[in-house]
């Protein structure tokens, strides 16, 4: 899977590449920002997006979520603060709260990659909040 991370943080971003890659993904862009974020899901076409809320230009995770709805790209949030999350999601799978343990990255990755490739019978991670849509 084409995974594109959102993160201003370098080290996160770092470590969640990382565990991407370990998992047998290929990471297509990491945007610290909603400029960069765009640039990457109109020409790297990521299967999968993991979107921090807020970026080092405010709050902008938001309006990725909305373009990567609009360009039917599966994506969770990860933040430290899910009440920023507007309660439809704007069409998020879900989202992870940060401070996340790797071993809950990975059980949520794990599920996350089943359920794009189309599986039903998946049991979510304790550490993925499913979106009510």
Same mark, same amino acid.
């Given at each position: 899977m084409?995974i594109?991370?959102v993160?201003d943080?370098?080290?996160?971003?770092?470590?969640? %590449?990382?565990?991407? %890659?370990?998992?047998?993904? %290929?990471?297509?862009?990491i945007?610290?920002?909603?400029?960069?974020?765009?640039?990457?899901?109109?020409e790297?076409?990521?299967?999968?997006?993991?979107?921090?809320v807020?970026?080092?230009?405010?709050?902008?995770?938001?309006?990725?979520?909305?373009?990567?709805?609009?360009?039917?790209?599966?994506?969770v949030?990860?933040?430290?603060?899910?009440k920023?999350i507007?309660?439809?999601f704007?069409?998020?799978i879900?989202?992870? %709260?940060?401070?996340?343990t790797?071993n809950?990255?990975?059980?949520a990755?794990?599920?996350?990659s089943?359920?794009?490739?189309g599986?039903?019978?998946?049991?979510?991670?304790?550490g993925?909040?499913?979106?009510?849509?």
């Amino acid at each position: 899977m084409k995974i594109m991370i959102v993160e201003d943080e370098a080290l996160l971003a770092l470590e969640l %590449e990382l565990e991407v %890659e370990a998992a047998g993904h %290929e990471v297509v862009g990491i945007a610290a920002s909603r400029k960069a974020a765009f640039d990457i899901i109109d020409e790297g076409e990521p299967d999968f997006a993991f979107v921090d809320v807020h970026l080092s230009d405010g709050p902008t995770g938001i309006d990725i979520g909305r373009r990567l709805a609009d360009k039917d790209v599966p994506f969770v949030f990860v933040t430290g603060n899910i009440k920023r999350i507007p309660e439809d999601f704007v069409g998020a799978i879900g989202a992870i %709260e940060k401070p996340y343990t790797m071993n809950g990255l990975q059980n949520a990755l794990s599920y996350i990659s089943e359920a794009v490739a189309g599986g039903d019978s998946v049991t979510p991670p304790p550490g993925l909040i499913l979106s009510s849509s």
